[in-house]
Each structure stands twice: as structure tokens, then as C-alpha cells.
């Protein structure tokens, strides 16, 4: 299978506690994508990057959440000092999008983070 | 800023009954327009799209979505609906300026034998 790909599936932690998700996007992509999703909610975005530069942030998005992309391939998303209300299903996805043109976005699986 | 409406939350129906999702969005500039499902268990995955020219666009698996400029509309449709499409039904919307989809709510199909 070689669609986008989230590790790990499922993550339980404590409050206060750091959590870090990868994602892995389809190989010839160029664009990545993190969504979170809570219960009878769609899909909220978060940030996206083109290559390795972030290139838009999600004013929702609190300084806990940090996104990297270090080699434009793979990606990273780190939640500091979790909080219950951080408890959701954080998605992401990749397209062929360039800066002129955009491009469907496919999705992994997704991480679902439950915080105690 | 750009929004997404998706009216029906929960739609219980026949098989072989025909459907009929509504998905409405704000904003006054060049959009594009999915339809994203997602069957039990899986991910979301792509049923069609509208970026440009024919306002109708057909998908997989029988769907077909009619993009109406005018009243900012995308609604999706099935002619007749199998016990297989239930599932929740994601309609998106992004823009030339901004990649980001913006989501709707979803809506819930369940369909009975």
C-alpha cells in the first residue's frame, strides 16, 4: 500500500505528558497537510507544508503544537503538556499541489489521541 | 472567512432509495469542491471533485454532485443507494489563495437493506 501512512494508530497519555505523531505521505508528494477531528465534527485544519517550509498555521492552533517537515519528506507533530481537550483524531494528508495550482489531498488513517 | 454547511446530519434510508446531500459554502471568490466519504472503520477517502468546467461531475461508485455558482451549492447524489454506502459524507471547499480544505460537519447515511 502505498498511501499516507500515520504512526501510531492509537496514543493514551496523561495530562501534562508530550505526545509526537509522524506522518508518512505519499512518496511523490510534495504537500502535507495535519487535520484534527473531534466526535460529529469534520476535519479542522492545523498546518500544511509545501516541501519542508510551513507555509500557513491554523490561528486555532495553540504555541503547544509543533509541526516539522525537516526533509520534506516525512513529517512531525508534537503536542507539549497535552490537555484533555486536545483528545481527537489528528489526520493527515498529501497532494501534488504547487504554489499556482491545488490538488486532491489523500489521507491517512489518522492518530486518535486520548488524554487522561 | 470561508465556511461549510452541510444541513442533513443524520439520513436513514431504503436501499434503492434515492439520495440527496446537501452542501452549501461562503465565500465570493474561486472555489474548489469535494466530496469526501468515510465507511466505517477506514479513512477518508476522495468520492468526487469540481475544480472547473462542467458543473457536473460524476464520482465513484455512482455519486454525481451539481455545482450551482449561484447559490453557492454542491450537492451530492445517488440515484438509487446500497446497503454499502453507509457511511459519514464530508463536503469540502478550498480556494486558489489558500490550499486548507474547510470541512462541513458531515453527514451520517445509513442505509437499510
Known amino acids: 500500500d502505498t498511501g499516507v501512512s500515520q504512526d501510531p494508530r492509537h496514543k493514551i497519555t496523561k495530562r501534562g505528558q508530550n505526545v509526537t505523531f509522524r506522518c508518512d505521505p505519499i512518496?511523490?508528494?510534495?504537500?502535507l497537510y495535519w487535520y484534527r477531528q473531534t466526535l460529529g465534527q469534520g476535519p479542522e485544519f492545523l498546518t500544511y507544508f509545501q516541501n519542508e517550509a510551513q507555509l500557513e498555521k491554523s490561528r486555532l492552533l495553540s504555541d503547544r503544537f509543533s509541526a516539522e517537515r525537516p526533509k520534506g519528506s516525512f513529517s512531525t507533530l508534537e503536542i507539549q503538556r497535552t490537555e484533555q481537550g486536545d483528545s481527537a483524531m489528528y489526520l493527515c494528508?498529501?497532494?501534488?499541489?504547487?504554489?499556482?495550482?491545488?490538488?486532491?489531498?489523500?489521507f491517512g488513517p489518522g492518530t486518535r489521541l486520548t488524554v487522561l | 472567512a470561508q465556511s461549510v454547511s452541510q444541513h442533513n446530519h443524520h439520513v436513514i434510508l431504503s436501499e434503492a432509495a434515492s439520495l440527496e446531500l446537501g452542501c452549501n459554502y461562503s465565500?465570493?471568490?474561486?472555489?474548489?469542491l469535494f466530496w469526501y466519504v468515510q465507511y466505517p472503520g477506514q479513512h477518508l477517502q476522495l468520492l468526487l471533485k469540481y475544480f472547473s468546467g462542467d458543473p457536473l461531475v460524476k464520482g465513484i461508485k455512482g455519486f454525481e454532485a451539481e455545482f450551482i455558482k449561484s447559490k453557492f451549492s454542491f450537492n451530492l447524489r445517488k440515484p438509487s443507494v446500497q446497503w454499502s454506502d453507509t457511511a459519514e459524507y464530508f463536503c469540502?471547499?478550498?480556494?486558489?489563495?489558500?490550499?486548507?480544505?474547510?470541512f462541513g460537519t458531515g453527514t451520517r447515511l445509513q442505509v437499510f437493506p
Open positions: 469540502a471547499v478550498n480556494s486558489y489563495n489558500t490550499d486548507k480544505l474547510i
Open positions: 465565500y465570493g471568490g474561486t472555489v474548489n
Open positions: 512518496s511523490e508528494h510534495n504537500r
Open positions: 494528508a498529501s497532494s501534488s499541489g504547487t504554489p499556482i495550482s491545488t490538488d486532491t489531498q489523500y
